[in-house]
Structure formats: C-alpha cells, structure tokens
C-alpha cells in the first residue's frame, strides 16, 4: 500500500474534479483507478466498497470515503486548507457552497439535449456574471488580500479558481467585467502547486467531450 | 437584537427544515421572519443580506449566513455535534450528505409534474429501501451503539431522524425491514430536546401540500 490518497472514479472531471485539484493545490501525490466498463463498478458495488454504491470513492487515511462534499472537507481540514476557526470555515463554507452551485450547471452541461445547450450556456453566463462572480469580485476588493478568506491560501480559493477557468472554458470573454477576479486568477495559477497541475501531464482531466458522457451513460445508466 | 438565531425563510419546511431540526435538537431557540411574497424576496435581495440572492437565510452570531450547508455545519460545529476529531467529522459528513440526497428526493416530490409523480415515487421508495435505508441499518448493526458516530450524539443522528420521518410520511411503512433504524427512530425521538420539537406547537413545519405550492413559487419564479 502506497499511503497515497487513490481515487475511483471515470477518466474524467465530474464530480472528481474538485478532488484532484484540492489534493494537488495542498501539494499532495495520489493515484487513480478509473472505471471503464459497467462490470467494474458492479464489482465494486458487490465487494461492498462503496456506501451508498456511488462513486466518487476516495480511500484516505485507512478510510473509504464517498460523498464529494464530505471527501473535500475532510482533505480541507487535513492539509489546512479550512481557515483557522469556526467563523472562518463559514465564509469559506458559504463560498464554496455558492461555487458548487455554479459548477454544477458545468458538471451536468454535458448531458443536456443538444437543443437545449445554447440556452445552458447562457443560464451559466448569466448566473457567473449576475450571481456569484460579483460576490467574489467584491470580497476581494473589499479587504484588498491575495485569498478569499483569512489572508491565507484555502479551499474556497482552488474551488474558485477552478470555476473561473471552467466557465472560461465556455465563455472566453467572462472575466471582462471583473478586474479583481482576473489578477486572482493570474494569482492563483501561479501557486507553484496549481501552476504544475496546469501543466501538461499533470491529473488534470480535460473537458468532458462526448467519449466521456457515453462512458459514464454505459456505466451508471440504470 | 434578541441574540437568538433568526431564520429567513417561507412558512414551509423547504431547504430550512433541517436547520430547525439542528438548532432544536441543540436546544437552541430561534426566531423566524416568513416570506410570504416576492416582494418580500426582493426587499431582502436589495437589502444586500443574501450572499448568492437566495434563501435560506440565517442571522447568527453577527453573520447572514445563507447556503444550507455552510449554516448546518456551523450550528453542528458550534453546538458540538460534529464528532471529536476530523475522521469522526468525515463520517458524519459521509452520512449526512447521502441522507441529503435522499432528502432532496423528498422534498422535490411535491412538485414533480402529474404524469412524473408516480415513476418519482418509485425511485424515491427504491433509493431508500436499496440504496440508503440499508447502508445506515448496517452501521448501526456493525458498532451496536445508540448513535451513528462515535458513540454520541451528532448531526448525523439529527439528519437522519429526520428523514426517517419524512419517509414515513410518503410511506407508512417503509422502515419495515429495518428493525435496526426502527428502534433508532424511537431512542432519538424520546431525546428531550427533539421531543419537545416533535411536539404541537413546536416551530417544526408540516410537508408542504400541492395545494400550496403555487403560493411558494409565486415568491421565488
């Protein structure tokens, strides 16, 4: 056993995304198994290892972890990455929280009909530019620090950088009305330990394409 | 300022009900400020006090703190039922977010459209039977203890009582197999604070009937 986080999960982002970028922001090294045919993932359903027979599966700390909100958390709190006390964890919660919410109109993008994905793309326009990056924007002006929270590099950080280059994927030009967001942005890829997930070569999965939701479809279709 | 947490929500159970729950079982007292129309929604949003323009919406300890998850996991913390250590933590956060789901399943129910509602209700009485009902029947079977995390009260218990309600009320029977659960219901219903919040007249709210839903969309759509 290698003592390395392993992670289960299809050989793309989804809800493992999130995961791979806080382990490689906190500078942590971990191993992947990925899930290519339904057999697998009835194999592990009946060997007991997932807990509510989904993936995403972490196996941390002698733990089998399940559940992407509870996986973040824990490896937050392990590598300090979850501010210094409990009003801190709110804000960073409430955020990262916020930002899931966007990154789920992302997450379930892929699957819409494609007669509906032109208006997709415009709900996730407009829900960045009028909900949740004005926030941000406006957190970082306000008390002028490099992080979200705290004065110090955390959770809510990646997940926001992560969701800024997401929508960026979609919408190029998203940033335009944010300044602060744009230096964040420049900021946090710069980090030497996001700056080298950035990379080529690093875990980083690549925006889903339709290889990705026809395999997830094989495997977890019911 | 009363000091007290006070709750911006409609009248209803919704995304608040189990931060009722939580604050109950912790003993906590609570005022409650009930939208009742859009307006009430948009005051609310140009008065700068929700983060995101949503609700729920909780005042607590100097904080409008909104995102259902981020004001559980305060109150749980704040209140000590969030187990000692972080692995007790990552079970209890494991167990309440599956109990999540399925108590989204629930809540969505009411407003599935007609021709959905049935083939809803299957999935619903499936994922719980199959899919959570037995994973919570077998932790409580593994360790032998009252409660799910540690040998002490949490969150988690808290969560679940409350889904095992809520199930129940979709289907009276639905804890049959699962005597394990059945006496967990029973053993964390008879704990004084959630006694007393199963009680009449507690600021617990009834499910929301399909009569009334429209009222409730009217504020946020």
Request: hydrophobic fraction near 40%; charged fraction near 30%; aromatic fraction near 10%.
């Amino acid at each position: 056993m290698s003592g390395k986080p392993r992670l289960t999960y299809v050989n793309g982002r989804g809800r493992m995304e999130s995961v791979r970028w806080l382990l490689a922001a906190a500078g942590v090294e971990f191993e992947e198994i990925f899930l290519e045919t339904r057999q697998q993932y009835e194999k592990l359903i009946k060997d007991g290892v997932l807990m509510f027979q989904q993936v995403p599966l972490v196996e941390i700390d002698g733990m089998k972890m399940v559940q992407t909100r509870a996986i973040l958390s824990y490896i937050a709190g392990k590598y300090n990455l979850y501010g210094k006390d409990l009003k801190e964890r709110a804000l960073i919660d409430m955020y990262v929280e916020g930002i899931t919410d966007l990154m789920q109109m992302i997450l379930m993008f892929p699957f819409s009909p494609p007669e509906v994905k032109e208006k997709n793309i415009d709900s996730i326009k407009e829900r960045a530019t009028n909900r949740y990056f004005p926030v941000f924007e406006k957190v970082l002006k306000q008390h002028g620090q490099d992080f979200l929270v705290g004065n110090k590099f955390s959770w809510a950080d990646v997940q926001l950088i992560e969701a800024i280059l997401a929508v960026e994927e979609k919408i190029p030009t998203v940033l335009s009305g944010f300044p602060q967001l744009q230096a964040f942005k420049i900021r946090m890829s710069n980090m030497p330990t996001i700056k080298k997930f950035l990379q080529p070569g690093s875990p980083r999965k690549p925006p889903p394409d339709e290889c990705y939701v026809e395999t997830v479809l094989k495997i977890f279709k019911k | 300022m009363s000091g007290k947490p006070k709750l911006h929500y409609f009248n209803g159970r919704g995304r608040m009900e189990s931060i009722r729950w939580l604050l109950a079982a912790a003993g906590v007292e609570f005022e409650e400020c009930f939208l009742e129309t859009k307006d009430d929604l948009t005051k609310l949003q140009k008065d700068g006090s929700l983060l995101f323009q949503q609700v729920p919406m909780v005042e607590i300890d100097g904080m409008k703190m909104v995102q259902t998850r981020a004001i559980l996991s305060y109150i749980a913390a704040k209140y000590n039922l969030y187990g000692k250590d972080l692995k007790e933590r990552a079970l209890i956060d494991m167990y309440v977010e599956a109990v999540m789901d399925l108590n989204e399943l629930l809540m969505t129910h009411v407003a599935q459209p007609a021709d959905k509602k049935e083939e809803h209700f299957a999935t619903i009485v499936d994922k719980a039977t199959n899919r959570y009902f037995p994973a919570y029947e077998k932790v409580l079977k593994d360790h032998g203890q009252d409660f799910l995390v540690g040998n002490r009260f949490s969150r988690a218990d808290v969560q679940l009582l409350e889904t095992l309600l809520t199930a129940e009320e979709f289907k009276p029977d639905i804890l049959a197999k699962f005597p394990l659960l059945q006496s967990f219901k029973a053993r964390i219903s008879n704990i004084p604070t959630i006694k007393k919040f199963l009680q009449p007249g507690s600021q617990r709210k009834p499910p929301l009937l399909e009569k009334d839903l429209p009222k409730v969309m009217k504020i946020f759509y």
